[in-house]
């Protein structure tokens, strides 16, 4: 889903505990660190894009 031209909203959950994610990318900063793409549960996240 667009958010702002060219920049998108991945949604996503951590592969470790299920926790529901959210990954921003814009095409000229790459991944934006908001800290939705990262879980707050685990110590290391596993996103993985949901359909």
């Known amino acids: 889903m667009d958010l702002y031209p060219g920049v998108t909203k ?3 959950v951590c592969g470790n505990c ?5 990954m921003v990318l814009s ?3 790459g991944i934006v660190e ?3 793409n990262e879980c707050s549960k685990c110590e290391t996240t ?3 894009r949901t359909l």
């Open 34 to 36: 908001n800290g939705t």
């Open 46 to 48: 596993d996103f993985q």
């Open 27 to 29: 095409p000229y900063a």
């Open 18 to 22: 299920g926790d529901d994610l959210m």
């Open 10 to 12: 991945i949604s996503g």
